[in-house]
């Protein structure tokens, strides 16, 4: 069956310092795959979205990388400030599949 | 433009009730999505609705769970006969385009079966 795993529970990382979280998914050739930020009692929000096609993809401090052939992508937070804390969610979409799968999420600290 | 609107936020139900969870799309966003979260969980796909259809319904529990995407007026996710194993966030999300697009979601509904 389809899954994905998402590094360690809980990543605590110095301020200043890059956070790099890790998606790893197996059974599975999505379209595209997508990044999330969870906080407490609160909805995901949307961060970037890298189609299978592309190797990287940048926004502001963030970047993500998404290689097919080792099945991961990665997330990069630099400059990482405590406002970055937060629960990262990523998510797979196929072009003919109709739902999208999320992992279980990391759970990012960033102390000052 | 108003966000993906969920209501209740919080909806407490003794044991054999019924719950009704609402969700509002965005304005012009036509794809519904309802996800289940259990604490330090992930998002579990549970239903996935166009505007009448049902597309996809494969995270949906066979018995006591129902959903419905009516022409008129907002999503709604039912549960029979809750048990406290249905305790949970449950959260909506929507689309513009089918599949390929990223989804907004809304706060959450916190249910908790007594």
């Known amino acids: 069956s389809q899954k994905i795993e998402q590094n360690s529970e809980a990543l605590n990382i110095q301020e200043g310092k890059t956070a790099t979280l890790t998606c790893n998914y197996t059974?599975?050739?999505?379209?595209?795959l997508q990044w999330y930020r969870q906080d407490p009692g609160r909805g995901p929000v949307f961060l970037l979205l890298?189609?299978?096609?592309?190797k990287e993809k940048r926004k502001e401090r963030l970047k993500v990388t998404f290689d097919t052939t080792l099945k991961q992508s990665l997330f990069h937070i630099t400059a990482s400030q405590p406002a970055d804390s937060a629960t990262y969610l990523c998510?797979?979409?196929?072009?003919?599949?109709?739902?999208?799968?999320f992992g279980s999420g990391t759970r990012l600290s960033i102390r000052p | 433009n108003a966000g993906v609107m969920q209501n209740p936020r919080h909806l407490v139900r003794r044991r054999g009730q019924e719950a009704r969870l609402r969700c509002s799309p965005m304005k012009g966003h036509s794809h519904v999505y309802w996800y289940r979260q259990l604490p330090e969980e992930g998002l579990k796909f549970m239903v996935y609705?166009?505007?009448?259809?049902?597309?996809?319904e494969s995270g949906m529990p066979k018995e006591r769970f129902s959903a419905e995407f009516p022409k008129e007026g907002p999503s709604i996710l039912r549960i029979q006969q809750v048990v406290r194993g249905d305790s949970a966030a449950y959260f909506c999300?929507?689309?513009?385009?089918?599949?390929?697009?990223?989804?907004?979601f809304g706060s959450g509904t916190q249910l908790s079966v007594l």
């Open positions: 890298i189609r299978e096609n592309e």
């Open positions: 059974n599975y050739s999505p379209a595209y």
């Open positions: 609705l166009q505007k009448e259809n049902i597309i996809d």
């Open positions: 999300a929507s689309s513009l385009v089918r599949g390929d697009e990223k989804l907004f």
């Open positions: 998510a797979l979409g196929g072009s003919s599949a109709s739902k999208i799968i």
